[in-house]
């Protein structure tokens, strides 16, 4: 399986960064009783930057759905250096979103699907998951979007 994700990483011109150090007391993935639980993963920019904004605000869906998609990157990037390899990932099982936006926008879900279909497009039927999708007024490091995820992982 890993080939195939490989492949299907290649050919979306996405290549794994290196994860991200936690900024504060907490460990980017636990394993437990046969399931990866992922902090809160933000959106960093092909330069390294943190993708910042808040949607309704400085930012529209479509840059939105970007950093949402940024997000669920580095939560393959996580999953790869804690797994050794993604071919160990059974399922994702439930990913939580949450928007940096404006009270009057209502667009989170819409925002959320891009991280839901990037991983509908690596991991198939297993890339079908729960998911919320909440604003938020602020987020760390000014962060646009922030993608927690709980993943079923195989021996």
Known sequence: MT?????????????????????AAYTPVVIAGGMAYLSGQLPFAKGGEVMTGRLGET????????AAEACGVMVLAQLKAAL???????RIVRLGVFVASTDDFTQQPKVADGAS???????????????????????????????????????
């Open 3 to 23: 080939d195939s994700i490989d492949s299907k990483l290649a050919a979306r011109g996405i290549t794994l960064p290196t994860p991200a150090a936690p900024v």
């Open 84 to 90: 050794g390899s993604l071919d160990r990932v059974e």
């Open 117 to 155: 279909q990037l991983m509908l497009e690596i991991f198939g039927d297993a890339g079908r998951h729960a998911r919320s999708a909440v604003g938020v007024p602020v987020l760390p490091l000014g962060a646009m979007v922030e993608i927690d995820a709980v993943v079923a992982i195989r021996d």
């Open 59 to 66: 930012a529209d869906v479509e840059t939105g759905r970007r």
